[in-house]
T-cell receptor
Framework: SQQGEEDPQALSIQEGENATMNCSYKTSINNLQWYRQNSGRGLVHLILIRSNEREKHSGRLRVTLDTSKKSSSLLITASRAADTASYFCATDASTANSKLTFGKGITLSVRP | DSGVTQTPKHLITATGQRVTLRCSPRSGDLSVYWYQQSLDQGLQFLIQYYNGEERAKGNILERFSAQQFPDLHSELNLSSLELGDSALYFC?????????????FGNGTRLTVT
């Protein structure tokens, strides 16, 4: 079963605009991670945010985490056509035998 | 380049057959994870090994098995294949044995069962 659920399922924006993607989860977590997948390729790790962190930045990426709402958002600023990909959130639950669990992903299309 | 190598890239086989997928983790990583990705099920965790030992099991069918060898490479064996087993199979590796550190993914093996 999926722990994280991304929203929206698909997003289409113009180059230069910002893209905001959301992830909600159900149980307590140690950390939440965002990954990117280009068509037919392996996932690439973007950013990891721990449960005691509220915001993290990496280049044009900004991730926020609200543990009280069990939600996270990924913001890509000044998007480029090359940002077109699927984006996944993954959660590391706070259980003894936890494993990283992925959502179904968001398809982002950036129009040039 | 993630440093994780998966072979073969593509595999086409018939129902009822058996195949072996191979994964070499990133240098220094002790954990290997196997995931199955299909359009309708998304990315499903199958199994994890850490330094040769099974660490966690997910939605892995009894027809599927895996192992991690002393040199840390891993193999996923799929037997009595069915049409529904057609999917992308990913291997990922990480330094630790829990989900506390990022996973590094290979480019996958695309399995087509006809």
């Amino acid at each position: 079963s999926q722990q994280g659920e991304e929203d929206p399922q698909a997003l289409s924006i113009q180059e230069g605009e910002n893209a905001t993607m959301n992830c909600s989860y159900k149980t307590s977590i140690n950390n939440l991670q965002w990954y990117r997948q280009n068509s037919g390729r392996g996932l690439v790790h973007l950013i990891l945010i721990r449960s005691n962190e509220r915001e993290k930045h990496s280049g044009r990426l900004r991730v926020t985490l609200d543990t009280s709402k069990k939600s996270s958002s990924l913001l890509i600023t000044a998007s480029r056509a090359a940002d077109t990909a699927s984006y996944f959130c993954a959660t590391d639950a706070s259980t003894a035998n936890s494993k990283l669990t992925f959502g179904k992903g968001i398809t982002l299309s950036v129009r040039p | 380049d993630s440093g994780v190598t998966q072979t073969p890239k593509h595999l086409i086989t018939a129902t009822g057959q058996r195949v072996t997928l191979r994964c070499s983790p990133r240098s220094g990583d002790l954990s290997v994870y196997w995931y199955q990705q299909s359009l309708d099920q998304g990315l499903q965790f199958l199994i994890q090994y850490y330094n040769g030992e099974e660490r966690a099991k997910g939605n892995i069918l009894e027809r599927f098995s895996a192992q991690q060898f002393p040199d840390l490479h891993s193999e996923l064996n799929l037997s009595s294949l069915e049409l529904g087993d057609s999917a992308l199979y990913f291997c990922a590796s990480s330094a630790g044995d829990r989900g506390r550190s990022p996973l590094h993914f290979g480019n996958g093996t695309r399995l087509t069962v006809t």
